[in-house]
């Protein structure tokens, strides 16, 4: 389909979700495995996937980041509650009341903690973000386009 139209896939259209990937992706390539890496997020009850595929999309971005392959160094923390490695980036989920979706990226040093975190307040702002993404993608010559390609294109900058 990308050779006829633009074509864009992404596991959330929040843009502060995609601003929040790319400042982890630059404190995981500064700190490097001086510190360890941890993704938490929060979702309302009936939430279906854990962890959410913006956690992981959180947690792919610290890795790659690194220059680790994210299936290498992923770890799922509701059935491994112990770390293994220092590359290591676990991630850990929660369900319940009405929560829209909180994501929580840490960074754990020997003497200090670094935290980001994203916390929807309302659901608008996924409709809002795919009516602005579809918006712009109506622009686009055909191809592959990501999150961060419209994200880039918002600030007028790349995002690498």
Partial sequence: ????????HAANFSLGVHVLGHAVAQAARL?????????VEAHHQH???????????????????????FQDVYADRSLQSSRETNREIGVAGMRGGQVIGDHSVHFLGALERLEFTHSATDRDVFAQ????VA????????GSYSMQDFVAAQFNTPLS
């Fill in 129 to 132: 973000g795919a009516v602005e």
């Fill in 47 to 69: 939430k279906r996937d854990l962890p959410s595929g913006t956690a992981l999309y959180l947690a792919q971005a610290a890795a790659v980041a690194r220059g680790d392959n």
């Fill in 31 to 39: 700190l490097g495995d001086t510190y360890q890496i941890e993704v």
């Fill in 1 to 8: 389909l990308a050779e006829q139209r633009a074509v864009l």
């Fill in 135 to 142: 918006h712009w993608l109506s622009n686009q010559p055909s």
